[in-house]
């Protein structure tokens, strides 16, 4: 019994070292930094999770190793300073130890930085970023395990990396060379960390840093090269370049992030600024995280989307360095796109096993993207503080509730087929989703009507969304049949009969003259207007690749707060239409085929109807609110939509106007003022062809309408009914 009680307590002793061994700050750490947005409804477990895949295929614990690039025979520093920084923060000191180990195991100098590659293709001399992270690893590991030794190899690490990787406060690509600057190597906030450590003339160094910063930067898209001139602040090729193209590629990707950090962590206001450029282009070129490409190409003074095979996809290199840059701005409109980014953070992982990763049955992010997977994914959520000084960073409870989700909306949900209402006189309204079993979900279900009325008799289109992810494409899969598209929207039908049954039931845009389309709208997320046509249909049928369903021409609305009015030009252009100015164009999907696809000039005669969906390729939600469509010529006159719709409607008794009704009614450009009329009373407005527009109850006397068209109106308050005239 003595020698039972014994071994009990000693296991319980090897408990209590364990216990005490756990980190100062166990993951999930759950702050709000001092400044700017993080996500906080994250799973948490889903990092544990990616964490877990992460290590699996890319760590090496028998020899110390984050294996990269790809192979399985070589590390760089950049990898194992990566390495030490996510172990830092996911509180694993046996990774860390083993990672640090290897750093200074491959020193090139005492106390100082590791040569930048060892394995199958050795090489000497440092690379900067690497020393910077290793640094910071370093401090943040001294508080998160209260070891004081490696707050000392900090100290020494930044001493040395201040006599080698920087000149006249210049940051120098590595000890060995200094053949150009590297926007992504400005780690102001690892700057900020060694002035407030270690001293010296950081400060000097952070200054010098965006003088650079900001001449590299391209002044229409904020962008910046992976690699620029010292002198000329132009992109340039280095060689440690690592694409063979000059732009914003795998090197560049990181700068925002590295922007994101600074502000998060300081406030600081020059990285604020860096990232405002990035994100006044990102939101409207882009729309949302995965509508990030992988590489925007330099050429002629400008930026453009590398659409070149092995860039045009999503990865989290660029939807997650790029995306960050929305923290650090205040707008309703930033705030809902880092959800997007966090979205594809989340949706992206890691290979399974570095051998044979993205080929084959192997899918998933290779080390890079898969590294800083992890890397933007603490940041994001709160789990990146600056443990050295917690002063300013206030502990939360994540809160699934605030997660973006679809929603009820106001007011009487109307039937559906119901030609006695409408939208600004169209009433063949329908909603529509997937029924793949993918994550889609929709109010109003679909099948339903998207139709409802307010309070104040308001008819609008109204639908809340959510899709799945898309799939990730391959001949296998493809031939196989096996690649479910989610889809989600709501949209209109200009003729009641069964196009697909009727070919002619498709409106000739140009025999009725219309010259535009005006929308009053707004909504959120990722929302693509469409053009229905009967071209896109037969293609379907004829199963034409790349041309059928999904593939009609549409654009991306704005996102708003209100309802907003905006004007469409529908002047054929190419494989669709003007639309909305520069970069608003109505034009077709990046995947679909021009060679397969109809143009502009065929599809105006052959439109039967719109639609709005939302489209996310890491699947994202959508709201739309549609208050009004009209269909103006080119002076901009409202064209009756009955020349749409082709129903008629005889008109009914309600026409025999009182003679002298109790309210008054008169036109104010396209509004129908009612005044003095009974609080309380139920009213209409109908069009001559008997439709009504509008309706409901009146909540005061006095109450304003906006019809669609010119032309003549009836209102009905109670059984009494007025005439106006719109002009």
């Not at 930044?158 to 920087?166: M, R």
């Not at 992810?469 to 709501?490: F, H, V």
């Amino acid at each position: 019994m003595k020698n039972l009680a014994k071994v009990m307590f000693g296991v319980a002793a090897a408990a209590a070292v364990t216990a005490s061994a756990a980190g100062q700050f166990p993951f999930p750490q759950n702050m709000k930094y001092p400044h700017g947005h993080i996500i906080e409804y994250a799973d948490t477990d889903m990092i544990k999770e990616h964490y877990k895949l992460w290590k699996q295929a890319w760590y090496q614990a028998s020899n110390g190793w984050v294996l990269a690039p790809e192979g399985t025979c070589s590390t760089v520093s950049e990898a194992i300073a990566y390495g030490m920084l996510i172990s830092v923060y996911m509180d694993d000191q046996e990774v860390f130890k083993n990672l640090y180990k290897t750093w200074t195991g491959n020193s090139a100098g005492a106390n100082g930085g590791m040569n930048w590659r060892i394995g199958c293709q050795g090489g000497t001399g440092t690379a900067s970023d690497a020393d910077f992270d290793a640094a910071l690893a370093l401090v943040m590991a001294s508080k998160q395990w209260n070891d004081a030794s490696y707050l000392t190899a900090g100290k020494s690490l930044i001493s040395w990396i201040a006599s080698n990787d920087i000149a006249s406060n210049k940051i120098k690509p590595g000890n060995q060379w200094n053949d150009g600057f590297n926007p992504s190597y400005a780690t102001t906030a690892n700057f900020q960390l060694f002035q407030d450590v270690a001293g010296g003339s950081w400060s000097s160094v952070i200054s010098q840093a965006y003088t650079d910063l900001n001449g590299c930067q391209d002044s229409k898209t904020g962008l910046v090269p992976d690699w620029c001139d010292w002198n000329s602040h132009k992109p340039i090729l280095t060689s440690a370049a690592v694409s063979n193209d000059i732009g914003f590629y795998d090197d560049a990707a990181r700068t925002p992030w590295r922007m994101a950090m600074a502000y998060y962590w300081y406030g600081d206001t020059k990285a604020q600024a860096f990232n405002k450029k990035v994100v006044e282009w990102l939101l409207p070129t882009t729309r949302t995280a995965s509508g990030v490409n992988s590489g925007y190409k330099y050429d002629g003074g400008q930026y453009y989307a590398d659409e070149s095979d092995i860039r045009n996809f999503v990865s989290s290199t660029f939807s997650g360095g790029l995306g960050l840059a929305t923290s650090s701005i205040e707008s309703a409109e930033a705030k809902t796109y880092l959800g997007t980014v966090y979205k594809v953070l989340k949706e992206k992982k890691s290979c399974s096993t570095a051998q044979g990763c993205g080929e084959g049955s192997v899918a998933g992010e290779k080390y890079y993207p898969a590294t800083l997977n992890m890397i933007y994914l603490l940041l994001v959520t709160g789990n990146m503080p600056n443990l050295y000084n917690t002063t300013g960073f206030t502990p939360f409870t994540p809160d699934p509730s605030k997660a973006p989700s679809i929603k009820e909306g106001a007011g009487e949900h109307l039937a559906f087929g119901d030609t006695t209402v409408g939208v600004s006189g169209l009433w063949n309204w329908g909603a529509y989703h997937d029924k793949l079993g993918i994550g889609t979900k929709m109010v109003p279900d679909s099948g339903d009507s998207p139709l409802y009325r307010l309070d104040d008799g308001t008819v609008i289109a109204r639908a809340s969304m959510e899709i799945g992810p898309e799939p990730e494409w391959t001949a296998e899969a493809a031939a196989a049949g096996t690649l479910k598209y989610p889809s989600a929207g709501i949209a209109v039908s200009f003729k009641k009969d069964d196009c697909k049954k009727d070919k002619s039931c498709g409106v000739d845009f140009s025999a009725l003259g219309i010259k535009y389309i005006r929308v009053t709208a707004k909504s959120t997320g990722p929302i693509r207007m469409a053009i229905l046509n009967t071209i896109t249909d037969e293609n379907e049928e004829k199963k034409v690749e790349n041309a059928g369903a999904g593939s009609e021409p549409g654009v991306y609305v704005d996102n708003t707060e209100d309802y907003k009015e905006v004007l469409y030009d529908m002047t054929p252009s190419d494989y669709g239409f003007k639309g909305a100015g520069a970069g608003l164009e109505i034009d077709i999907l990046d995947w679909v085929s021009r060679n397969n696809a109809p143009e502009g000039v065929e599809i105006i005669k052959k439109i039967k109807g719109l639609k709005w969906e939302v489209k996310d390729a890491k699947g994202g939600i959508g709201e739309i609110s549609i208050k009004a469509i009209e269909f103006l010529d080119a002076s901009k006159t409202a064209i009756d939509p009955v020349k749409l719709t082709g129903v008629e409607i005889k008109p009914v008794s309600l026409y025999k106007v009182s003679m002298m009704p109790t309210f008054s009614v008169r036109a104010n450009g396209m509004q129908v003022e009612i005044n003095g009329a009974k609080a309380g009373s139920v009213f209409a407005v109908y069009n001559m062809q008997g439709k009504a527009i509008a309706g409901g109850m009146l909540m005061s006397s006095n109450m304003t309408v906006r019809v669609p068209t010119t032309g003549s109106y009836i209102v009905r308050v109670g059984s009494e009914m007025n005439r106006v005239n719109v002009k």
